[in-house]
DNA sequence: ATGATCTGTAACCCTACAGTTACACGACGG
DNA sequence: CCGTCGTGTAACTGTAGGGTTACAGATCAT
């Protein structure tokens, strides 16, 4: 139950993953679930330091804790990563061409009409022919 | 010439993705290059924050700037966008799990071995045999 | 009960950054 | 040559983030 189709926050996670740290804390995690304690031992900051990751890092769903003993157990939950997955996606189709051509492109597409519209107009979105 | 396999720092790719902004002008771009004033008319803030947004994405390459007259236009560059890609594509595998399923595998692979290893010891990485 | 352990949080630095307004400078059009 | 346009940047403000140390609360062992 409200398993599938949870809409988070992209926003936040794109804020979480901006850390290096914590891309880190989450590529542990990918290893296998660990208390905070032994998470902030992998790492040469201090261990409130890696709480406050922590924190960012439960407010973007991107991690879950629960209790065992004194312990707080993290786990991953690569979820949200699909928000980021989908934007990405957009933008596959890009890195397929080549830069140079892509680039010369839209230079010749824009000095075309310099002083008319500026980008290709509707939705005319470089099609591989004119590569 | 330096056209394959350049080496972008995916600290400041993920860095310049966190702004929401910022992603929003990529957003843009993607539906063709524009100079930097009619990307700022796109957005309720001021010329002068989008330009110092896109001082960010040019130190991320994910844009790059050539001049045109006295326009500065911007075209995007995708290429750094790879390692995004490739950092995610560690995840891919996990999320198509269930997460109940994985969450019980991990409580009960941790309570399993309470105080002696806490994560599952090598690279016992969670085999699809469990779920 | 008592003390050690695990953890989060508060209080406090300092830096980065998103936003603003004011200004500087090159490019164009007369 | 002069005004305007397009753009970047400096100066400044407010806020969030990441780091630290010190402390508080819960749990466990004895």
């Known amino acids: 139950m409200r398993n ?3 809409t988070y926050s992209s926003e936040a ?13 989450l590529d542990l995690l990918r290893r296998g679930s660990q ?4 998470i902030a031992r992998a790492f040469p900051v201090s261990r409130p330091a890696i709480s406050k990751h922590l ?3 439960r407010r973007a769903h991107l991690v879950q804790e629960h209790r065992q003993g004194r312990n707080r157990v993290y786990h991953l939950n690569p979820e949200p990563l699909r928000a980021v997955d989908s934007w990405l996606d957009q933008y596959r189709t890009f890195w397929k061409m080549s830069l140079t051509n892509l680039k010369r492109f839209v230079e010749a597409e824009y000095s ?6 500026h980008a290709p107009k509707s939705n005319r979105k470089t099609s591989k022919g004119d590569l």
Do not use: H, I, W, Y
């Open 55 to 57: 924190r960012l890092l």
């Open 112 to 117: 075309k009409e310099t002083n008319q519209g």
């Open 35 to 38: 208390p905070a304690g032994e």
């Open 13 to 25: 996670t794109f804020q979480a993953l901006a850390d290096p740290t914590r891309r880190a804390v």
């Open 4 to 6: 599938r189709s949870v």
